[in-house]
């Protein structure tokens, strides 16, 4: 596993890489103002969540080149979904880990703000408070005509998938998909 530095040439600021996870979190790192809703993803599955392959469809991407990030709770599935897609570069957003994780994908501990460019992503994947927090700036990362799933969504989590710039291609149970702008 990688350790070290990733420097920023904009902010001048280091952050560290550890265990292979970068920690992108703005410093002060243990003073974030989500600490409180961060949860760690989930060790074990939740059974309300699709499996990986399902996850798979409803992000829409079946082959690279392309980027997509699954956030949250859904941040465990970010190797299986790799090794399934061929050419995609998977990147697992989560506010922390606790264990190494699994190879095949990129791992970023992130805060207020996903460390992503503008448009860079061919979709995301979201669940868990943290992840449903961030719904605006998951948006701000994707693709014209690029989707976003919102899993296990909450009352105020559906409220703000369903006000924005979006057509719903799903809404049931609890899932949402959305594509962003004309395609």
Known sequence: MLDG?????NCRVLYPVARGVADLRHPP???????????????????????TLRLAALIGVARGPALIAVAGNLAGRASEL????????VVALAPRFHSRPAPGASHFMASERLPLRDGSLAGIALAGSWAEWLLDDALRCLARSARIVLMSASPEGEKVFHGQDLTVLVDEAGVLVGRLGQG
């Not at 790192?29 to 499996?51: C, F, G, K, V």
């Open 5 to 9: 530095f990733l420097g920023c040439s």
């Open 29 to 51: 790192r243990s003073r974030s103002r989500l600490r409180a809703r961060a949860a760690p993803p989930p060790t074990s599955r939740d059974a309300s969540e699709p499996d």
């Open 82 to 89: 790799a090794s399934l897609l061929p050419g995609v570069e």
